[in-house]
């Protein structure tokens, strides 16, 4: 019952857009500040204290591995990467637009970061992007979602759909 009121509901599309609107002021400006700092974001010093971290070498100790042997090393791609998927998960999530890609990039840093030792904002916006997760389409209705997901289904999946017998159903 929840669940149909959540991915199908006008009025969950509305509370959605709100939770949707705050995801992604925070996650836009988070990543803005990073992109236009005056000194620059650098990842680095961040890499270096989450390889200090005894806790995540031993809660995490693969994710500890891959930090310290691929991250650090290549610390400048990943300051890039934070910085850009930061700045890309808020606009996505501000405009509406493929809502639930956006959501799902946005949870995975949140977990990265999770995993990383620092908790901050991460557990409460995770949350909230678990419900924008569930809705699925209804998150971005009131967005350019409306206009996108259609055309996406229609246009681009046409062919794609009836050979792999999944026309009719949600993409």
Do not use: C
């Amino acid at each position: 019952m929840f669940m149909d009121f959540i991915r199908n509901n006008k009025i969950a599309a509305g509370i959605l857009t709100f939770v949707r609107l705050y995801l992604g002021w925070s996650w836009m400006t988070a990543g803005w500040g990073k992109i236009t700092g005056e000194e620059g974001f650098n990842a680095a010093g961040y890499l270096n204290g989450v390889v200090a971290n005894e806790m995540v070498m031993e809660q995490y100790p693969t994710y500890h591995a891959f930090i310290e042997s691929f991250a650090l090393p290549n610390a400048g791609i990943f300051s890039f990467m934070v910085a850009w998927g930061e700045f890309a998960v808020g606009l996505g999530l501000l405009l509406g637009i493929l809502t639930t890609a956006a959501a799902f990039f946005g949870i995975m840093m949140n977990f990265a970061f999770m995993f990383a030792g620092t908790i901050s904002s991460n557990p409460f916006m995770i949350l909230l992007t678990i419900f924008i997760l569930a809705a699925g389409y209804n998150s971005g209705r009131i967005g350019g979602d409306r206009w996108v997901i259609p055309y996406i289904r229609t246009v681009l999946f046409r062919g794609k759909l009836k050979g792999a017998g999944l026309q009719g159903q949600a993409v």
